[in-house]
């Protein structure tokens, strides 16, 4: 009774100096892009027009390049909001071209290498494109069947915490997808010394066209606060949200900051019984938490394991669990070329050529336009490519391949005979035990001769699901190997 006692103590003072800093707070938990830019009348890029919002300004934008940079102090504000609470809620309204590809925001880097961080509305592809940079390599995740590019006003919400990424067009929730690293661990607090925030403006050529408004960073409150305030019915999470890091502190933050009382329940919402569940499952989280490092650790052991069973050496790439020897180039999507460069995969878009015509087309697996119509590609020598095959797993992150033939007696066919593109069905229930299964095995490497009898490799992994709590690990070969002799030129 005397520790519920100190405890409830404790928070009521905690609660009260909550309410003090959110009666102290300046306007750094909102972050109004265009408000910080200060875009001037007379600004050639953009044309200042009527927007859903009738309380707040909307740009038309002509020119994203003459849109003037998110000052460099409120860059590094906007980025210690971010560590600070592991993740941001951005905000934002737009009537986006229909099937275009734009980017509504861009963290660029000063040399103009590219984006450290980019959102892409891929009206081509019907996506939202998060692009970003780590350990020089550039990867994108996509949150799939977003329906924005309308050429119609869309207000969406975008929440970001650590590696987790969930969307939401008006009071719907359209998808989630999960980055390769956390958020805090991309933009970090160096990154305003050698990049710059802005609006519109592709890091490449994905210029946005179409009209913008009420570009907000969003900090101190919640997802379910942000859509209630939209008139949305209270379904996302609960009054409370409790986050525990992995050194075991906790943190509690309310949606009820700023109420003036001194009665913690009406502060909190939450009798003391209540608390003490709380932490009950605050302890519980930390065995989570525990086990999660473990099989972190294990992921990491079986990798290394993987690489010596099939003799990867210095030098070498596994991407989407195929093998890459080093200089190796692949197409992993239509705009999207890689790169093995001494094991790492760097990837890039595709850049394309002005084309001197009206009538231009894109073919179907290909990202630039070609003058003429489809029945004039023929000669390239290509089938047309197949349908993409089914997901490599049946939750969590998997790959998609499809595939074209080539007439090599009549043509010298130019590019890839395969493409990979990553897929996505449903996140893993990790609740309950469950046995692994193998995924579909990897297109054939090249062979290992030039000439006479090589030999060629394939593999598969044990992903489909991953074997969980206790389950059965996958039976069978993980990597099959096959000699063909006199497939190569004479020597």
Known sequence: TMKLTGIFL?????????????????????????????????????TQVKGDDPYSPA???????????????????????????????????????????????????????????????????NTLDIVFST??????????????????????????QEDRAQLYAGCDEVNTAELEAPIQSILTQETPASARLRVGKGAVKDRFMGVLQNVRFVFGTTLDAILRNKGCQSSVTTDTMILKNLNGSSAIRTEYTGHKTKDLQMVCGFSCED???????????????????????????????????????????????????????WTVDDCTECTCQNSATVCRKISCPLIPCANATVPDGECCPRCGTPSDYAEDGWSPWSEWTHCSVSCGRGIQQRGRSCDRINNNCEGTSVQTRDCYLQECDKRFKQDGSWSHWSPWSSCSVTCGAGVITRIRLCNSPTPQLGGKDCEGEETQKGHRPGWMAQC
């Open 10 to 46: 404790l928070l009521m003072l905690w609660s009260c100096d909550s309410t003090r800093v959110a009666e102290s707070r300046d306007d750094n938990s909102v972050y109004d892009l265009f408000e910080l830019i200060q875009v001037p009348s007379t600004n050639r890029g953009v």
């Open 59 to 125: 740009y038309k934008i002509f020119n994203p390049d003459l849109i003037p940079q998110v000052p460099e102090s409120a860059f590094r504000d906007l980025i210690d909001s971010i560590h600070a609470e592991r993740g941001f809620l951005l905000l934002l309204n737009f009537k986006q071209s229909k099937r275009t590809r734009g980017s509504l925001l861009t963290v660029e880097k000063q040399d103009g290498s590219g984006p450290v961080f980019e959102i892409v509305s891929n009206g081509k592809a």
């Open 135 to 160: 350990e020089n390599k550039q990867q994108v995740v996509s949150i799939e069947d977003v329906d924005l590019a309308t050429g119609h006003w869309k207000n969406i919400t975008l929440f970001v």
């Open 275 to 329: 608390l003490v569940s709380m932490f009950k499952e605050l302890k519980g989280l930390g065995v989570v938490v525990k086990e999660l490092s473990n099989e972190l650790r294990q992921l990491t052991d079986e990798n290394k394991l993987i690489k010596n069973r099939i003799g990867i050496h210095s030098g070498v790439c596994i991407h989407n669990g195929i093998v890459r020897k080093n200089r190796d180039e």
